[in-house]
T-cell receptor, first 115, second 114 residues
């Protein structure tokens, strides 16, 4: 596709519910990133994939957060037993390859509200 | 470790005047520096980046940024602000080797008054 596509755009979850957020990166992009952006703050890194390999998951805040990219294209971020502090925008981003200077392009985000 | 500081939560400027949004960074090794803009309820849009070469980088929508290694700064500038430039601006850094992910600042809200 022309850009990074994320779904759903908006999700309201009851506390304790599991959610799954989907990211479809730009076609051919090897690198994929997930970020969490709380209201009024800058994005915080969650995890990074190169193709299907999850090379960095140091930003995942707890073991309730899990990400996968089984075929090296679409990725899913799953949050189990959601809590109110999980309310945030979840941004997916991709870049053409792993080289450090390449531009990272972001999707519109999935807005999660936990009630 | 790498970090970014955006010392101003908000910058106000009149339309037609020049604008500057400040950014300083800390990184071991050589920095790669980026500016992104975020409009309400939208994702981040890439504006420009510094990788190497000329310290003055030109980007989208008439924006430019100057890399200053001695001051560890990468301020965003535009000669003449537009009301439509009003948005949230983020500076980000990563080093030239190692970790792939960008580290972002806390953002600066730019308000351009007509």
């Amino acid at each position: 596709g022309a850009g990074v596509s994320q779904s759903p755009r908006y999700k309201v979850a009851k506390r304790g519910q599991d959610v799954a957020l989907r990211c479809d990166p730009i076609s051919g992009h090897v690198s994929l990133f997930w970020y969490q952006q709380a209201l009024g703050q800058g994005p915080e890194f969650l995890t990074y994939f190169q193709n299907e390999a999850q090379l960095d998951k140091s930003g995942l805040p707890s073991d309730r957060f899990f990400a996968e990219r089984p075929e090296g294209s679409v990725s899913t971020l799953k949050i189990q037993r959601t809590q109110q502090e999980d309310s945030a925008v979840y941004l997916c981003a991709s870049s053409i390859q792993g080289a450090e200077g390449n531009t990272i392009y972001f999707g519109e985000g999935s807005w999660l509200t936990v009630v | 470790a790498q970090s970014v500081a955006q010392p101003e939560d908000q910058v106000n400027v009149a339309e037609g005047n020049p604008l500057t949004v400040k950014c300083t960074y800390s990184v071991s090794g050589n920095p790669y520096l980026f500016w992104y803009v975020q409009y309400p309820n939208r994702g981040l849009q890439f504006l420009l980046k510094y990788i190497t070469g000329d310290n003055l980088v030109k980007g989208s929508y008439g924006f430019e940024a100057e890399f200053n290694k001695s001051q560890t700064s990468f301020h965003l500038k535009k000669p003449s602000a537009l009301v439509s430039d009003s948005a949230l601006y983020f500076c980000a850094v990563k080093r030239d080797t190692g970790r792939r992910a960008l580290t972002f600042g806390s953002g600066t809200r730019l308000q351009v008054q007509p």
